[in-house]
């Protein structure tokens, strides 16, 4: 499964953040505390260079407690200001504000010094699709001002939110970035919903997730649907298993495995699993290494290759 998906509009709401990140002081980044690094930006860290970063691990209800502190402690390692979030209950809500103001004081102080008396804090809020960007605003705010929704890519222009004298935020379309790198990352950003599932195979992309489970934390499949496989079965015969357990079937007596692994996908997504985290930094470190070794191998295949040509021409 090649996962690619850039719509136009996303194309257009980087244009915008470009034109208008020079407005604000601190970029403030919603990450999903499941996938903290599949589901941050890379584009960001070039857009929002020289400006006041704070990342939100938004979500952390849903991910591994444990795991969402080593994950915190990684971004503050890299000059990060870091808030563990639920936006749905609102937990964390106030320390968002303290930390923007802790990062402009000496900034506010140069500027009063100088006479500038009404000195506001701008930031510009930015998060991929469905990582719960609207959820926080609305929270935060303490009223609707932004659309929500349970499917990505529901915000579609900016808009300037003004929540007291001194403080602005600036609204952003959630987007994700032109190619994924390593397609682990779009998987991972599929499991949790961040790519709209009406453009991916819901059987597929469950036997994906199962796949990486059964690496990672196997026990929480057999616990919620009482089956028992090892790590010699095939994915695709657990989501038989659990399509049985639930007693899913179509005509003929045949599992429906398509409701079996639309369940499983919405009760990851739910938290009813338990408190998953599909990556660490380790897990970054990995990546990162496989995919220089796979850029070696094909800068040698083309090398190979013009050298075969190069052969026959002679």
Not at 31 to 45: C, E, G, Q, T
Not at 84 to 97: D, F, I, L, S
Request: with cysteine; proline share 4%.
């Amino acid at each position: 499964m090649n996962i690619q998906w850039y719509p136009g509009h996303m194309t257009k709401t980087r244009r915008m953040m470009q034109e208008t990140i020079s407005l604000v002081d601190i970029v403030i980044e919603l990450v999903d505390a499941r996938i903290p690094y599949s589901s941050k930006n890379p584009d960001l860290d070039v857009l929002a260079k020289n400006k006041h970063r704070i990342i939100l691990l938004n979500k952390s209800d849903l991910a591994d407690p444990a795991a969402t502190a080593v994950w915190e402690e990684y971004f503050v390692a890299k000059g990060f200001r870091v808030i563990q979030m639920n936006a749905v209950r609102g937990k964390g809500m106030g320390e968002v504000t303290d930390t923007a103001r802790d990062l402009m004081k000496e900034k506010i102080e140069k500027l009063r010094a100088r006479g500038r008396i009404n000195v506001p804090t701008r930031s510009m809020i930015v998060g991929i699709p469905n990582v719960g960007k609207s959820t926080f605003i609305n929270k935060y705010v303490g009223k609707v001002t932004a659309k929500t929704g349970d499917k990505p890519g529901v915000t579609r222009g900016k808009q300037w939110i003004k929540l007291k004298k001194d403080f602005e935020l600036l609204d952003t379309p959630g987007i994700l970035w032109p190619k994924f790198e390593d397609q682990e990352v779009g998987m991972k950003l599929a499991f949790t919903g961040a790519i709209n599932d009406d453009i991916l195979d819901a059987q597929t992309l469950a036997v994906k997730f199962i796949d990486h489970m059964m690496v990672r934390n196997s026990n929480c499949i057999k616990e919620r649907y009482q089956i028992e496989f090892d790590s010699i079965d095939e994915p695709y015969d657990v989501l038989v298993q659990i399509a049985k357990a639930r007693g899913f079937k179509l005509k003929g007596d045949e599992p429906d495995l398509e409701r079996a692994a639309k369940i499983l996908l919405d009760e990851f997504r739910g938290g009813k699993l338990g408190r998953l985290t599909l990556e660490l930094p380790e897990d970054i470190v990995e990546m990162h290494q496989e995919m220089e070794e796979k850029k070696r191998e094909k800068v040698q295949a083309n090398r190979e290759r013009k050298r075969t040509f190069k052969g026959k021409k002679n």
